[in-house]
């Protein structure tokens, strides 16, 4: 002790060298999860997903199998199956992608790291955050229309941010032409690569990028088309093979070596946009279909055990939940899509713009045993919604309490989605001008949750377009069927300030269509509460023939028991027409394979084979 005290005595004047310590070591740990590694970060290693990844709302792609040394060497294994696809993250973009100029590199990266989480809204997606990324490496038309994705969302932020800089004007418009380039780059391999091996899943996924790039563009109409050929060819694939498990019918995939869980629940985007408003399906097809995954749901669980889950059964019950409304309001929502022929199944070009969910009522006698058969299934239906809603509750309740802000808005979004289908279900054949007064608390709590939906998702991306629907079609409900001031005036300024598209529904314009209504149903009308005389049914709103800002709105006043009073108004036209004729798009080839051989694509016929059909006035004019 003493002489180590004596030792770090110094001598006068002799210099005291700074002790030098050595470096503590530490292990590297090499069995994290693949998502930490390939982001060099550290991985706190839990199971099943590690927390730094939920932390952070980034889809963890689980953990590499560890092997002995004299074993043959094997690919990663992930969570959903394993296919050949899955194997092709674990490289490195430049061991194995090609790049053609140091532009596709960047936006290529731009895309791994917030094109992603921006285009997936409000839930994360393991198909943009995992298998499109995979697809990249095997499918050229995919990395291409990935480019091509993440080019023009970098132009849209730079127009939307610096709309008073010429400059950054400028640059934008680059970026666009850029973007238009690769996607008729992507378009010219996509259709020989379905045409020379084709197959399901690549058709699948080749269609989900198109209508992701196109909603993105702005084109309305070819979206919608190509939302249609994506759903029948998920129903093809689907009656070609029967589920094996009927227990797991609806949420998994009967072949997962053929297309995985994870690829079948993102083609469920195909349903929710076209159901009810661009199908054209009978009621028989609804009844039908209203009875996927039945097993699934008598065995659905008591509680979830995470947002995924939930997720995966809240699609299944709201896609069955949607095909009952349609089924016994077969025209409930015919007039909301413009473009659609319902005699002849063909696109036609309409002047009328929105009509009235109510502009038709079931007019044929209801015998005793429909009108059973009706009590019965919207009782099964709405059970089903509350079993998930208890189910979702517990998990509910811990998630508002979590840190992150991904998770919270998930929550919130369900809990909003599972308020509106309770409406639509419990109002399915319900005519009348006050059928949704009841629901006045469910109005209050959709904007309630909304804003602060809104408020989080602001501070997590300042992105316009998601692919998936969240939030908008539950505003829109409740600024159309409120008839308090106070509740229907917040959730027409929430669609304002919202200013994003999710799908083809635009918050803006939902807005302004709202406004338009109100104004309407608000004339000499002092209450706070709108009375049933005053209420209006809308028929049609006709934009003018030669263009402009105004259109003719044709309405109901009142109600059967009150007197009804047809009235015409013009009006500011709420709708754009650019929206309409998809920015001026060339019109869209139409044939269907059986695997998408033939894809719906914009082409040009005067182009020779050369591109899609996208000049460069096209993206001036943008």
């Known amino acids: 002790m003493q002489d180590r005290r004596r030792s770090d005595v110094s001598l006068p004047g002799q210099e005291q060298n700074p002790r030098t310590r050595a470096r503590r070591r530490t292990k590297r740990s090499r069995t994290g999860c693949l998502t930490c590694k390939f982001r060099k970060v550290k991985c706190d290693e839990a199971k099943p997903e ?47 992608l090609h790049f053609k100029c140091e532009a596709e ?59 008073q800089d010429e400059g950054c004007l400028a640059t934008a418009a680059g970026q666009a032409q850029f973007a238009l380039r690769k996607y008729q780059n992507s378009l010219q391999v996509m259709r020989t690569s379905l ?31 190509h939302a249609r050929s994506g759903q029948t060819l998920v129903e093809n694939f689907l009656a070609e093979h029967p589920h094996p498990a ?40 609804h009844a039908t279909l209203k009875m996927e995954g039945k097993e699934t749901i008598a065995r659905m669980p008591k509680t979830f055990k995470n ?46 713009v929105i009509s009235d969910t109510n502009a038709k009522t079931v007019d044929d006698p209801l015998g005793k045993e429909f009108l059973d058969r009706y009590q019965c299934d919207r009782k099964k239906y709405s059970d089903d919604i509350a079993r998930w809603s208890a189910a979702f509750s517990d998990l509910y309740s811990r998630l508002k ?44 709590e959709i904007v309630i949750l909304s804003k602060e939906i809104i408020r989080i998702k602001k501070t997590l991306s300042q992105s ?54 109100m104004e309407l149903e608000e004339e000499n009308i002092d209450t706070e509460y709108i009375p049933e005389f005053a209420r209006v049914r809308v028929l049609s709103i006709t934009s003018d023939e030669e263009g402009g800002d105004w259109a003719t709105v044709e309405y109901v006043r009142g109600s059967p028991r009150t007197g009804e009073l047809p009235g015409r108004k013009r009006i500011r036209s709420p709708v754009d027409q650019q929206a309409i004729s998809g920015r001026g798009s060339e019109e869209s080839e139409t044939s269907l394979a059986p695997y998408g051989e033939a894809l719906m694509f914009p082409y040009d016929s005067a182009d020779n084979g050369k591109g899609a059909g996208y000049s460069e006035a096209q993206v001036q004019r943008l």
Not at 67 to 84: E, N
Not at 308 to 330: G, I, K, N, Q
Not at 481 to 494: D, F, P, S, V, Y
């Open 50 to 96: 590690c927390n730094r990844c939920r932390v952070f709302g980034i889809g963890c792609d689980g953990y590499e199998k560890q092997v002995s040394s004299s074993s043959s060497p094997r690919l990663p294994i992930f969570k959903d199956g394993a296919s050949y696809y899955n194997s092709l993250l674990a490289l490195s973009p430049s061991e194995v």
């Open 105 to 163: 590199r960047r936006h290529f990266h731009t895309f791994q790291s917030e094109t992603t989480y921006d285009i997936c809204g409000i839930f994360e997606s393991a198909f943009w955050q995992r298998l499109v990324l995979q697809g990249c490496y095997q499918e050229r038309f995919v990395l291409d229309a990935v480019i091509a994705i993440s080019a023009y969302n970098t132009s849209l932020k730079l127009r939307k941010g610096g709309w």
């Open 195 to 225: 045409r020379e091996t084709p197959s399901p899943r690549k058709a699948l996924m080749a269609c989900l990028l198109v209508c992701s790039f196109e909603g993105l563009f702005g084109n309305t109409v070819t979206a919608l088309t």
């Open 246 to 285: 009927p227990e797991e019918e609806g949420i998994t995939s009967p072949e997962p070596h053929i297309i995985e869980d994870k690829l079948l629940q993102a083609a469920s985007y195909f349903e929710t946009q076209i159901i009810g408003l661009f199908d054209g399906r009978c009621p028989g097809d």
């Open 307 to 352: 947002l995924e889950e939930a997720c995966a059964y809240w699609d299944l019950v709201s896609r069955r939940s949607m095909h009952f409304v349609c089924e016994y309001r077969p025209d409930s929502h015919r007039g909301l899509n413009p473009y659609f022929d319902y005699e002849s199944g063909e696109l036609v070009s309409l002047t009328k």
């Open 401 to 444: 309490r979590t840190t992150n802000k991904r998770q919270i808005m998930g929550a919130h979004t369900l809990c909003v989605k599972s308020k509106s289908m309770e409406m639509g279900v419990g109002s399915a054949m319900e005519d009348g001008m006050c059928s949704h007064d009841k629901y006045f608390s469910h109005f209050r």
């Open 464 to 517: 316009e377009f998601a692919v998936e629907l969240g939030i908008i079609p539950s505003l829109h409900m409740a600024a159309k069927w409120c008839r308090g001031r106070t509740i229907r005036r917040e959730a027409i300024a929430l669609l304002y300030e919202y200013g994003s598209r999710e799908g083809h529904w635009d918050s803006k314009r939902m807005a302004e269509i709202d406004s338009r209504v």
